[in-house]
Each structure stands twice: as C-alpha cells, then as structure tokens.
C-alpha cells in the first residue's frame, strides 16, 4: 500500500534518548526524509539519507536505514524539551517528478 | 528571507462559500505543492506543479481546485466547501526534482468549514 507508517506518540525524560521508528513503502526510494514540525508552524527539514547508506550521523541526531525491512528510524542523543514537537518521516519515490510521501507523523514529549 | 507565505493563516467559514488560500514562495521555486494534515493521517498531498501552466491531482484532490499563472504563487481555491474540508493546509515549494529534494513549507492555515 501507499502508507508510511509511524507510531504516533512517544514520551521521554529530558537526557534520555529518543528513538523514532518509521516503516516506509517504496524499496526504490532515493531519499528519505525526517522533519519537525513544532507548535504551530510548518515542517522544516530536519536531516535527510540516501538510500545507498546505512547510517547518518548529524550532532544528536542519527538516522538508521534498513532497506530489506524498509525501516527508517531517528535516534535523538540527550533529548531536549526542545525537542517535543512532532516528527514526520517521508520517502521520496523513485518516479520521474518530485513525489514526496509523508508519514503519519509521532509526536514526541520531553518532560522535565 | 526565504519564505514560504500563506494566507489567510486561520479561517471559519460555512458550507459552499467559494474561498482561496493563497500561496507564494521568493525563492524562484519551480515545484509547489499543496498538502492537508489531519490527525492520525498525517500530510497528504493535494495537487501539485511542476512549472508554470502546469498542475496535476495528488491523491486527495476531490474539492480543490488549483492554477500556477505566476511561478511564484499557487493559490489552493475550494469552490463549494464542506465540513469534511477542515483541516490544517500546507503550501510547499522546492527547487525540483534535486538531490536532496528539500521542501520549504508555509506556516499552514487553519480552515474550519461549519
């Protein structure tokens, strides 16, 4: 099916990590995509992986892919009450224009 | 600034009174997409444009109307609302089909159709 799926609700303790699970659709997406969405706002980008890579490491965020199981998730090192907002995963498909598919979004909470 | 700019942000109005959400984007943008987001549904595109003159149905595209006359504006126009229409709208643009694919997205605008 077209769906991408993430759960929909994580809660963490301030310096706990964070780990953010996607399940996407298309074996022969290129690119695929975190973002944030904080209170209010619209989506910014927030890190991004090519399909021919494993892991990417940005500061405290690390993305792992698993392209056999179609698994993409989002490791926060040390988490922030900065950080709650909500997380998007999205896969852009290998077609021949920009087609971007959005997961359902999981919406993290950081608590003191 | 490098902005994507919607309007109006927020929105009630009734059932079947035509409304337009603008769009525009100073970034010299070529694709622009429209999304909705609802709960536990996430974002799901509307329609989108590749260039000027040129606009197709994402996959919720039933209700919406579209035109790309200016590649910097890309109004979402709903000719006869419905309740099922509330939402939270996205405008979004990037530079084409790129490397990294980055969508820059508006602020959102919040439509309640009573």
């Known amino acids: 099916g077209e769906d991408v799926e993430q759960s929909l609700f994580l809660s963490v303790r301030e310096g706990d990590s964070s780990v953010i699970n996607c399940t996407y659709t298309d074996s022969s997406s290129t690119y695929l995509y975190w973002y944030k969405q904080e209170p209010g706002a619209g989506l910014q980008l927030l890190t991004y992986?090519?399909?021919?890579?494993d892991m990417k490491q940005d500061q405290r965020l690390t993305v792992l892919l698993n392209k056999k199981d179609k698994h993409l998730s989002l490791r926060i090192a040390d988490t922030q009450t900065g950080d709650s907002a909500i997380y998007f995963c999205a896969e852009k498909w290998n077609t021949g224009f920009q087609k971007l598919v959005f997961g359902t979004g999981t919406r993290l909470l950081v608590s003191p | 600034e490098a902005q994507v700019t919607q309007n109006p942000r927020y929105l009630i109005t009734v059932t079947g009174k035509k409304l337009t959400v603008t769009c525009s984007q100073n970034m010299n943008h070529e694709y622009m997409s429209w999304y909705r987001q609802d709960p536990g549904l996430g974002l799901r595109q509307i329609y989108y444009s590749m260039n000027v003159e040129v606009t197709d149905k994402g996959d919720v595209p039933e209700g919406y109307k579209v035109s790309r006359k200016e590649k910097r504006n890309f109004p979402l126009i709903l000719e006869s609302p419905s309740p099922n229409q509330t939402s939270l709208y996205f405008c979004?643009?990037?530079?084409?089909?790129?490397?990294?694919?980055?969508?820059?997205f508006g602020e959102g605008s919040r439509l309640t159709v009573l």
């Open positions: 992986i090519f399909s021919n890579m």
């Open positions: 979004a643009s990037s530079s084409g089909p790129t490397d990294t694919g980055e969508l820059f």
